[in-house]
């Protein structure tokens, strides 16, 4: 059993930028794909970014340019730099993990086992 939390969100001006973590701890897969989802009000939750027991990473395209996902393998933990923020970047953010591979994308939250309990984040 996976247990992901989340740490790091909050309130920020826009152009400002944030840095999200998520620490993992129980059963890590050989293969894994990790990723970070956001859901705003109202809206479906969407993949942000993603990244793969290899170390190869995927974005959404409102993103690219401006985040940044990595991990610590070491201390078993995801990141997500967040860079330029925009109002609209306004959601809850997740941190997901699943077993297997990113298979080149982030893919839909369906496919994710494993979830944190969100972060907010808040660009005025």
């Known amino acids: 059993h996976v247990q992901l939390v989340e740490s790091g969100g909050g309130s920020v001006q826009a152009g400002g930028s944030l840095r999200l973590s998520c620490a993992a701890s129980?059963?890590?897969?050989?293969?894994?794909?990790m990723a970070w989802f956001r859901q705003a009000p109202g809206k479906e939750r969407e993949g942000v970014a993603a990244i793969g027991s290899d170390g190869s990473s995927r974005y959404a395209d409102s993103v690219k340019g401006r985040f940044s996902i990595s991990k610590d393998a070491a201390k078993s933990t995801l990141h997500l730099r967040m860079n330029s923020l925009k109002p609209e970047d306004t959601a809850m953010y997740y941190c997901?993990?699943?077993?297997?591979?990113?298979?080149?994308?982030?893919?839909?939250?369906?496919?994710?086992?494993?979830w944190g309990q969100g972060t907010q984040v808040t660009v005025s």
């Open positions: 129980g059963y890590i897969y050989l293969k894994y794909c």
């Open positions: 997901a993990a699943k077993g297997g591979d990113c298979y080149g994308s982030i893919g839909s939250y369906r496919y994710y086992s494993y």
